[in-house]
């Protein structure tokens, strides 16, 4: 089972950019779906981001234009650069990994990330 580590997050201005990572375990060259995911203060879970094996991507509306996924098989890591920041983005981020978005995911332990107005 592949093991994963968020880290990058921390406190910006609103306006700013963070790039966030999640390192795993083992390769993951072979891993179908990987994603990120924030969870704000009393909210649920959502979907921010997306990666699949062939290098296709997909966006939640919200972060469109401003965040980008990507990966590098050669580090066993995927990144999350974030710019343009908004409050509204202030949550903890996770990174997760499964045969596909709607599967039952592995999940690190996440990131927090605030934005300040």
């Known amino acids: 089972q592949v093991q994963l580590v968020e880290s990058g997050g921390g406190l910006v201005q609103a306006g700013g950019s963070l790039r966030l990572s999640c390192t795993a375990s083992?390769?993951?060259?072979?891993?179908?779906?990987m994603g990120w995911y924030r969870q704000a203060p009393g909210q649920e879970r959502e979907f921010v981001a997306g990666l699949i094996k062939t290098g296709g991507t997909n966006y939640a509306d919200a972060v469109k234009g401003r965040f980008t996924i990507s990966k590098d098989n050669a580090k066993n890591t995927m990144y999350l650069q974030m710019s343009a920041l908004k409050p509204d983005d202030t949550a903890v981020y996770y990174c997760?990994?499964?045969?596909?978005?709607?599967?039952?995911?592995?999940w690190g332990r996440g990131t927090n990330v605030t934005v300040s107005s």
């Open positions: 997760a990994h499964g045969p596909s978005r709607w599967s039952k995911l592995s």
């Open positions: 083992r390769s993951i060259y072979s891993i179908i779906f």
